[in-house]
């Protein structure tokens, strides 16, 4: 069975500090997706990134950037010079990667998530 | 990605009732699937979305108390049926599009039983 932890409940920094946010998770495929999402007070959920379980690569975006470390099963996401817009929570997510029409394809599996504020 | 809408976006129920939640897609995507979010919680999988056929429910979610019709490519809905207070909650629709792993959400409906 699948399963993501993010062990940080909620975060809270001032606005420029960078901010790390753990994910680690547990599955038995060697094929499988990873993602982060952010769903702000609005309630939506937005995506940010979806990574392949092939690609150990280390990804920026701007002011955000994703860690993957497969051997210790971390995808950790990294949000530099923080802003008060980035409050939010912050789900990381996995799915498995098997062909379309298998019974797993596309379910994720979120972890509890990151409630995240960032004060002026 | 695919722009996702969904209706109502918000609703206050009577407990009893039933409410029907509607998902509309702007393209054609490859899976559809419903996820419950209750308050301060993360979310959880109810059912995948099957065009033509009958949804495909996870542990703990049955179709008589949740069911789900997709009838094309494109378009979905799922019930919420004979609503307690324990079904408050927010339910969101995604998609998977064709030949893609990246998976998006509709806007969500706000679901709260009176």
């Known amino acids: 069975a699948q399963k993501v932890t993010q062990a940080q409940t909620e975060i809270s920094v001032v606005e420029k500090e960078d901010v790390t946010l753990d994910c680690v998770y547990e599955?038995?495929?060697?094929?499988?997706?990873l993602f982060w999402y952010k769903q702000p007070p609005s309630g939506e959920l937005v995506f940010l990134i979806r990574?392949?379980?092939?690609?150990?690569q280390n990804e920026i975006s701007g002011r955000y950037s994703w860690n993957f470390q497969k051997s210790t099963s971390s995808f950790n996401f990294t949000i530099t010079a923080s802003q008060v817009v980035d409050s939010a929570v912050y789900f990381c997510?996995?799915?498995?990667?098997?062909?379309?029409?298998?019974?797993?394809?596309?379910?994720?599996?979120f972890g509890q998530g990151t409630i995240l504020t960032v004060h002026p | 990605s695919a722009v996702i809408s969904q209706k109502p976006s918000r609703d206050i129920c009577q407990r009893g009732t039933s409410l029907t939640i509607q998902c509309q897609v702007d393209s054609q995507v490859t899976m559809m699937f419903w996820y419950r979010q209750q308050p301060g919680q993360s979310l959880t999988l109810i059912a995948t979305a099957n065009q033509g056929s009958e949804a495909t429910y996870e542990s703990g979610f049955v179709i008589d108390k949740f069911p789900i019709s997709r009838p094309n490519l494109t378009f979905s809905t799922l019930t919420v049926s004979n609503m307690s207070p324990e079904d408050s909650s927010i339910y969101l629709c995604?998609?998977?599009?064709?030949?893609?792993?990246?998976?998006?959400f509709g806007p969500g409906t706000r679901l709260t039983v009176t």
């Open positions: 995604s998609v998977v599009g064709a030949g893609s792993y990246e998976q998006y």
């Open positions: 599955t038995r495929d060697t094929t499988y997706y």
């Open positions: 997510a996995l799915s498995e990667a098997h062909a379309a029409g298998g019974t797993s394809y596309g379910k994720l599996t």
């Open positions: 990574r392949n379980s092939f690609d150990e």
